[in-house]
T-cell receptor, first 115, second 111 residues
Framework: AAGVIQSPRHLIKEKRETATLKCYPI?????VYWYQQGPGQDPQFLIS???????DKGSIPDRFSAQQFSDYHSELNMSSLELGDSALYFC??????????????FGPGTRLLVL | QKEVEQDPGPLSVPEGAIVSLNCTYS??????FMWYRQYSRKGPELLMY????GNKEDGRFTAQVDKSSKYISLFIRDSQPSDSATYLC???????????FGKGTKLSVKP
């Protein structure tokens, strides 16, 4: 079965640079969530989109922005990167229309390292 | 106090043992409860999904939710070395809401 696709899988940036992370949800899933997981931490919710509109906002810094496109893929844009932004970034997708409505399926993550 | 509390372990058991993992929570509005398994440097993999109170069984895994006690459990029967991973409980109040995770319990199953 198709899963959530994230790219790139690994990214190395320097402080104050920008980064763009991409997420391709499972086909027919209309909701995308972004989570940040620091070393040894649980995933923390950043932001979510439903039908291309922002649906909820968590602990996302103002330096970050995201959007969902017409094909339902989503991009997380990160600017003025700081050392503390180094983490695993997960995208998850869900659909309220299938069994286990709202169940979130996670992608493999993008490992961001800020030097 | 975190909304979801989970003992981080580590938990080490011999192969074939029954494993019990637990989480407690404080938000009575939570209705959707999930268990994820996460291998090192990988994405969380959905194991079990339960709506409201009750039990759910899938192979060697059984999930239990007791909303009156705000307590959820995951049982793994006949544990295998391949079950060695971090187990995260997660929950939310609405079908579209974001997940609130526990800290995760690191499980090691020794051959």
């Amino acid at each position: 079965a198709a899963g959530v696709i994230q790219s790139p899988r690994h990214l190395i940036k320097e402080k104050r640079e920008t980064a763009t992370l991409k997420c391709y949800p499972i086909p027919r899933h209309d909701t995308v969530y972004w989570y940040q997981q620091g070393p040894g931490q649980d995933p923390q919710f950043l932001i979510s989109f439903y039908e291309k509109m922002q649906s909820d906002k968590g602990s996302i810094p103002d330096r970050f922005s995201a959007q969902q496109f017409s094909d339902y893929h989503s991009e997380l844009n990160m600017s003025s990167l700081e050392l503390g932004d180094s983490a695993l970034y997960f995208c998850a997708s869900s659909s309220p229309m299938v069994e286990g409505r709202g169940t979130q399926y996670f992608g493999p993550g993008t490992r961001l390292l800020v030097l | 106090q975190k909304e979801v509390e989970q003992d981080p372990g580590p938990l080490s058991v011999p192969e074939g043992a029954i494993v019990s993992l637990n989480c407690t929570y404080s938000n009575s509005a939570f209705q959707y409860f999930m268990w994820y398994r996460q291998y090192s440097r990988k994405g969380p993999e959905l194991l079990m999904y339960t709506y409201s109170s009750g039990n759910k069984e899938d192979g060697r895994f059984t999930a239990q939710v007791d909303k009156s006690s705000k307590y959820i459990s995951l049982f793994i029967r006949d544990s295998q070395p391949s079950d060695s991973a971090t187990y995260l409980c997660a929950m939310k109040d609405g079908s579209q809401g974001n997940l609130i995770f526990g800290k995760g319990t690191k499980l090691s199953v020794k051959p």
